[in-house]
């Protein structure tokens, strides 16, 4: 079982930038990927980030690119998004998520909300 724990969500103005964290437990942190989903009002999840569990190799949805960084530390059990150049549209309840064992992503925390005012 992996316990995830996100962080950090609020209240910006557009333009502004917010740092989210997720502390994870339960499960050897560096030996799994970890990623970011979010989900707006009215709308599906969505994708944002991942990154791998060495912290070598991520990935973004293609709206985040340039804007969003995902990062890790895995003496800290802890993921990060920074969150730059914030738009309205990046409101939403954000999600970091973990892999089961057959590689989906199965672990859930109960999400951070974001806020960005125009």
């Known amino acids: 079982q992996v316990q995830l724990v996100e962080s950090g969500g609020g209240l910006v103005q557009a333009g502004g930038s917010l740092r989210l964290s997720c502390a994870a437990s339960?499960?050897?942190?560096?030996?799994?990927?970890m990623g970011w989903f979010r989900q707006a009002p009215g709308k599906e999840r969505e994708f944002v980030a991942a990154?791998?569990?060495?912290?070598?190799?991520?990935y973004y949805a293609d709206s985040m690119k340039g804007r969003f960084t995902i990062s890790r530390d895995n003496a800290k059990n802890t993921v990060y998004l920074q969150m730059n150049s914030l738009k309205p549209d990046d409101t939403a309840v954000y999600y970091c998520?973990?892999?089961?064992?057959?590689?989906?992503?199965?672990?859930w925390g109960q999400g951070t909300q974001v806020t960005v005012s125009s």
């Open positions: 339960g499960r050897t942190f560096s030996s799994y990927a």
């Open positions: 990154i791998m569990g060495s912290g070598g190799r991520t």
């Open positions: 998520a973990a892999p089961g064992a057959e590689g989906s992503y199965d672990y």
